[in-house]
């Protein structure tokens, strides 16, 4: 009787577990290494410290994968502020990001940091010498759902790189790459693709992909109230300096979606906070405010 209970048990937990419902997407977009919220009355929404807050929150309402389209570290190289944002990025426990041009900007040491400390997904795009600079494809599992997670950047995003710095990078041709790996994949997968591009270049790749479900772009800062459409592939960003939070969900063949405004009045992550905290002590140490 005991294990004919056990094993009812056990087929009613794997039950559970096989048909769990659709998995929440999150997803942030050119946060700018805005890691401390402005207080400013003109523009009250944002930061890492508060966004932190509410994907912990999230989390303990239910399963969840977190995305980033690039674009998370500073604007300009600053060593300091881009070794807060990076443990705070760290410790807000993605489970997939992708690299945008501010990425590559701070340098190879800093990139290397953000390569060995981030799941970082780089489908097309490489190290000149041919050697992959991170993952090239990232697949999450929910349930028996799969979740496969590609990436590309606009090639001429690395063109405009200061310096010799475009020269050390490689990149695929954005529309053959991702169809290559899509047209390979099984189709009761969902495939998900990080955009890293202009407007004009995202929606030209757009209408030449194929087996794409979901685009969440980077780089344009674009806010998208409501999903969009291109080529039966839906579109989505969420905005810059961590103003919103993306939420997302696969109902059948259609994605719902959200933004999340990050207002003033949400709690601060104290583990942010006191990253925070350390970054302005070392500032000071260097005569900056």
Known sequence: MRIFASAILLTFILSNLLNAGPVEILFTTSSDAQIENCHCPFDPLGAMEKRSYEINRRRQLGDLFLLDSGDFMPEEVDAIKASATLDIMEHTRYD??????????????????????????????????????????????????????????????????????????????????????????????????????????????????????????????????????????????????????????????????????????LPDDPVVVDRILRYKSEYRKVGKN
């Open 96 to 265: 997939a990001v992708t690299l945008g041009d501010q990425e590559l900007l701070q340098g190879e040491k800093q990139l290397s940091e953000i390569v060995k400390r981030l799941p970082v997904v780089a489908t097309n795009l490489m190290y000149n010498n041919g050697i992959a600079l991170a993952k090239q494809q990232i697949e999450l599992h929910n349930g028996d759902e799969i979740y496969l997670i590609l990436s590309v950047i606009e090639p001429s995003l690395i063109e405009k790189l200061p310096g010799n710095l475009s020269s050390k990078f490689k990149v695929s041709d954005p529309v053959q790459t991702i169809n290559e790996i899509a047209g390979s994949i099984h189709t009761d997968t969902k495939i998900i693709v990080l955009c890293h591009s202009s407007f004009q270049a995202r929606n030209e790749y757009m209408k030449q992909w194929k087996g794409i479900d979901l685009v969440i772009g980077g780089h344009t800062e674009e806010k998208t109230e409501e999903v969009k459409i291109t080529n039966g592939i839906a579109y989505i960003e969420a905005g810059s300096a961590g103003r919103y939070l993306g939420v997302a969900q696969f109902r059948r063949s259609r994605v719902r979606a959200e933004l999340i405004p990050i207002r003033p009045e």
